[in-house]
Every structure is written in C-alpha cells, then in structure tokens.
C-alpha cells in the first residue's frame, strides 16, 4: 500500500493529512490521485467510503492558485450533507494552504450565502439546483474554473439532476480537468462522460457487493407508529455494547437521539448539519463509550470507523442495497461478529428482498420480543451490572449507608429497590416521532422525474400527479428533501 508520503503531494497537504491521523492512501486514492495530478480527465466508479473524496480534493488543492480570490473549482454532489462534507474534508486538508471551500445548498439563507461568496472562496462544493440559482442571479461565476467534480453522478441522476447538471457544465470552460465519481455507471452517466469530458481515464474499484458472513442479518416488519417502541424494546434484549442507528433525514436522527435520550439510553445524533467541532464531540463520546448509541444519516455516518460496534440498526430501510453494504460493514470487523437489524414497514418488505439479492446476504425475518422480555432483559442487565460492581469493590463507600438501610428494611426489598433504580424508570416516558412515509412499496410504482431544487413545490405536485393520487404529498423522496 502506497503511503501519502511518496505520492509527490505538497508538503501543507501531507502535514495536514498526517493532523488527520492517516498515512495509507485507499486503493482509489492510491490509482486516482497521480493521475489527476497530471491533469487528466477521470471516471472514478467507487462506491461510498471508500476515500473518494480525499481522492479528487488533493488535486483540486494542488492545481489552486492561493494568490487569486475568485472560484476556481467546483464540486457538485446530489445532497446538502455530502456537499457540507466535502467542504469539510477540503478545508482540513487545505488548513496550511490558505484556501477556503464554500457549501451552497438550498435550505440555507441565500443572502448568507451571496455575501460569504463576495468573500472569493476558491472552491465551492454544492447542490445543483442551489448552483443554478446562484448562476442565474450572477453571483457564481464558473467562467475561470480549472476543475469541476461531479461526485456521485448515478445518485445525482436518479434524483433528477442530470439536466441541471449539463446546464452547470455549459457555464463552465473548454479547458478544464473533469473528474466524475460514481457507484456505478448507467448509460446516461456514459453519455454525460463522452459530451463533456476529453479522454477519460477509468478507474475502477471492486465493487463490494457480499456482506461480511460476520455479521448476521434480520428484518422485523414493523408499522412505522410502532418503531421506536419496537426499537427500545430491542435495545433491552440486545444490549448492544455500541450500537449504530440509522435514520433516512436529519430530523429523524434528532428526534430520534433525543427520544432515545428520554428514554434512559446514552445516544447522541450525528448529521449534515453539525459543524466540524460538533462531529468530533459526538465521535469522541462514541469511541470513549460516554455515549453506547450513535444515530446518523447516511451521508454523515461515511468515513465512521469505531472498532467494537456490535449492533446496527436501520431504522428508516436503505435506500439501495450499496447503501445497506456500507450500513451494516460499520460492525462484524476484524473477524468479529455483529447484528445488523432492519426496520420494514409492510409496504417494504419487497426492498429487503432486492437487497438480500443484490448483497448476497441471508436477511432473516424474527418476531418482535414481548414486553415481558424486554423487562426480563431489563432486570438481567441490571443484575449483572451489580454482580461486577460487586466484583470490583465499586460500593465499599456506601457500607455505612447500607447497614443504616438494613436496621430499617430487610435485605430482599433493599435489593428489588437498588435494581429497580438500575433499571432505568424512564423507559415509560412517552415518546412520539413524526411520521415519515415509506418509501418503498411492494407493487412498483410509475416513477416520476423530478426536476431542480428550485422547484419544490412543483416536484411535490408533480409527485402526487404522477402516482394518480395514490401517494401522499409527503411521500416526495427523502433524498430530494434533503438536497434542497
């Protein structure tokens, strides 16, 4: 494996990467980045985390001219959390440089962002629809631009964005390095490739389709008004040492941690939203075991790497079988075993059968534990909590107290107290969640294109247009929403 060392990058960029803490480049960062760096157009097809953005970023930083204030490159991603993340990324690595990357993305103030864009950010990192609105109102200029990413081509067009897209690259010049990465390569991402890019060069990854044999997998069907007491109810009987849970957007993933948190457990929440410091508190907690449950988007939960996650929970259903792959690999490493679980609404449970084909995977149905036995797991918890106290000599400060209970009380109650008290009362709190709309059905549905961020209100019309009234206006997908 090459390290970043010998790659011939800049010495700022090494010094930054090494604040990091990495050392090794991936196999696409060790094929993709000497290429770029000669100035070569590339397709990378890669999946997600796989270090794809470290891979198109150091060339990028590389070929910026830090004298000048104006944009000079450009990534495009399909969603506000991967283009937050990307700035983030860029702006770790270019901390020695002097180089500023800018997200812009639709739900964010434009005013706000019109006037950091007076600022002259050299590299912008946003949606396209959000890109477009900038374009059409001057304040983004694309004519002196030397590089432009599309990262994530195939999601950008199963979202609608192709279009948007074409009308990005029409601003931008001739003469620049192109570099498109994608999971995969349908026929109009080729088509898009051959229109704007000059000779290509392909590097392709192994695609990582078979999930770890490590990890064993199982589905409850659950109606959605159910899951979080479903959820909680699993969390007694498993008792997860750390456990990973996914939810579909950022509102779902606090809601959820905050409920979770009502409820007794030790989670915090981890999504496109939170800056930098906030990412590395949570992830501190996490791998210091301050908190046992991390609940993340997907795009935000990219790059987690925490040795000892033995369970993760898919709350909301993946949206793709990759999607579900790059899940389930947070637990079950180095030769260990973990537990995947899946949440499926009756609407979804034809997903996990396209997921199970796709992943290779065994996906076992189970039926949801009783109330009685999440209390029995409760209980044995408990138990075993006090029985290595005891073990350990953690109580000799509280004899005095204890002798002056057992003149008062016999030693059977003071012992059902002392476990009730262990066994967190809150789990009785109420706790409601806004609904979310499945997004998968059975019975395929006609799919609908759907345009530009820009149109939002006619999406969501045309959405409901198209499912002849049998979709509610709520059901637009998920990851539109959160690209606008």
Do not use: W
């Not at 901390?95 to 997200?103: C, E, R, S, V």
């Not at 434009?110 to 059409?136: F, M, S, Y």
């Not at 192994?206 to 044999?213: G, I, L, N, Q």
């Not at 180095?334 to 084909?357: D, H, N, S, V, Y």
């Amino acid at each position: 494996m090459t390290t970043f060392q010998e790659m011939g990058i800049s010495d700022p960029i090494k010094r930054a990467i090494t604040d990091m803490g990495f050392e090794e480049a991936s196999p696409i960062q060790e094929k993709a980045i000497p290429i770029a760096l000669t100035g070569k157009d590339i397709i990378g097809q890669a999946q997600t985390g796989t270090g794809k953005t470290a891979a198109f970023s150091i060339p990028i930083l590389e070929k910026v001219d830090t004298s000048k204030k104006f944009v000079q490159a450009i990534v495009i991603a399909p969603t506000r959390e991967l283009a937050i993340q990307v700035s983030e990324e860029i702006n770790r690595l270019s901390k020695y440089m002097g180089i500023t990357a800018l997200p812009i993305y639709g739900g964010q103030s434009i005013e706000r962002q019109i006037k950091a864009l007076k600022k002259g950010p050299q590299i912008i990192t946003g949606t396209p629809g959000r890109l477009l609105d900038h374009i059409k109102r001057k304040t983004l200029k694309l004519n002196r631009i030397s590089v432009v990413v599309l990262d994530e081509a195939d999601e950008m067009l199963d979202m609608g964005f192709l279009e948007d897209i074409e009308r990005i690259l029409k601003e931008t010049p001739e003469e620049k390095q192109t570099l498109l990465f994608s999971a995969t390569m349908p026929k109009p991402i080729q088509n898009l490739a051959e229109r704007f890019m000059h000779n290509p060069e392909l590097v392709k990854m192994k695609a990582r389709e078979v999930t770890s044999p490590t990890v064993k997998q199982i589905y409850y069907e659950v109606n959605e008004r159910d899951k979080f007491e479903v959820l909680c109810r699993l969390l007694d009987v498993d008792n997860p040492e750390l456990a990973v849970i996914f939810g579909r957007t950022k509102r779902r993933v606090d809601e959820l941690s905050d409920a979770l948190n009502k409820r007794g457990y030790l989670a915090d929440g981890l999504h496109g939203d939170l800056n930098q410091r906030q990412r590395d508190v949570v992830m501190n907690k996490f791998r210091e075991g301050k908190i046992d449950i991390l609940v993340a988007t997907d795009v935000a939960a990219r790059g987690i790497d925490v040795s000892g996650v033995t369970h993760v929970y898919n709350f909301d259903i993946p949206q793709d079988p990759e999607s579900y792959v790059h899940r389930i690999g947070r637990t079950g490493r180095a030769g260990k075993t973990g537990l995947a679980i899946t949440f499926a609404t009756p609407r979804e449970t034809g997903q996990i059968r396209i997921i199970e084909k796709a992943s290779k995977g065994n996906i076992q149905r189970k039926s949801i534990p009783t109330i009685a036995e999440a209390r029995e797991s409760v209980q044995q918890a408990a138990v075993e909590k006090m029985i290595q106290l005891v073990e350990e000599e953690q109580y000799t400060q509280f004899n005095r107290a204890a002798s002056e209970l057992l003149d008062q009380y016999d030693s059977i109650t003071l012992v059902s107290v002392a476990l009730k008290l262990m066994s967190k009362e809150q789990r009785d709190v109420p706790v409601q969640l806004t609904s979310e709309t499945p997004r998968y059905s059975s019975k395929p549905k006609k799919k609908v294109k759907e345009k530009s961020s820009r149109n939002y209100k006619g999406n969501r019309e045309l959405a409901k247009k198209g499912s002849k009234g049998k979709r509610k206006k709520t059901s637009m997908s998920s990851r539109k929403k959160e690209a606008l």
